[in-house]
């Protein structure tokens, strides 16, 4: 059974810190997604990495998948009060559609 | 478009009743599926489709059943509620070709059982 496991499970700080999320898998993607969920409402896809070592930037947001493409993280510089929510992690590991999430992480940015 | 709906957003039920919980999208795509979100605990997946008239379970199916006439519903239907069944579900559909299983969620239906 494939897990994933995301830490830390929560996070508080101040307007204009950076942040790192991690997620972590014994076993191998075949890629990996990462959701933002607010309140109240269902997760939004913020970006897919596929390839291993991959960077990409969403402006104040940087993910990166591990080289062996068993791992991912989410740093986001200056963080902003409108960056609160849970930050999800979803891994594809070839099972014909099915993902499997992380638990999240409950970021709160206070101003 | 509309993308995923949810309806309802709210419910309480008894111990022991059923009710189906509906979803619909309108981006044509094959990929559909039902998560439960329980506090701390990500999403599990209930049951997916892959297509109209293909429905397969998926980690926590017990106490659920699902149906998929066309592409664009997929409802699931709980018999028999539990206090265990209360969480909030969500339905996601994504397309089965060019981009790896990008999910589109719906707004989730929040549940109670008592």
């Known amino acids: 059974t494939q897990l994933l496991e995301q830490s830390p499970q929560f996070l508080s700080i101040q307007e204009g810190e950076n942040l790192t999320v991690y997620c972590n898998s014994s076993s191998v993607f075949s890629s990996l997604q990462w959701y933002r969920q607010e309140p109240g409402e269902g997760p939004v896809l913020l970006v897919t990495v596929v390839t291993g070592g991959e960077v990409k930037k969403l402006k104040r947001l940087t993910f990166q998948f591990g080289d062996a493409r068993k791992d991912s993280s989410l740093h986001i510089t200056a963080a902003q009060p409108g960056d609160t929510g849970l930050y999800l992690c979803?891994?594809?590991?070839?099972?014909?559609?099915?993902?499997?999430f992380g638990q999240g992480t409950e970021l709160s940015v206070k101003p | 478009n509309a993308g995923v709906t949810q309806t309802p957003k709210f419910r309480i039920l008894k111990i022991g009743q059923s009710m189906t919980l509906q979803c619909a999208q309108d981006m044509n795509h094959n990929y559909m599926y039902w998560y439960r979100q329980d506090p701390g605990m990500g999403l599990k997946l209930i049951y997916y489709?892959?297509?109209?008239?293909?429905?397969d379970k998926g980690e926590v199916p017990n106490g659920y059943n699902v149906s998929r006439s066309t592409t664009e519903d997929f409802p699931l239907r709980l018999e028999l509620a539990a206090p265990s069944q209360t969480s909030v579900y969500f339905c996601a559909s994504s397309r089965d070709s060019g981009s790896p299983y990008e999910q589109y969620f719906g707004p989730g239906t929040r549940l109670t059982v008592t």
């Open positions: 979803a891994g594809d590991y070839n099972q014909g559609g099915k993902l499997i």
């Open positions: 489709s892959v297509g109209a008239g293909i429905t």
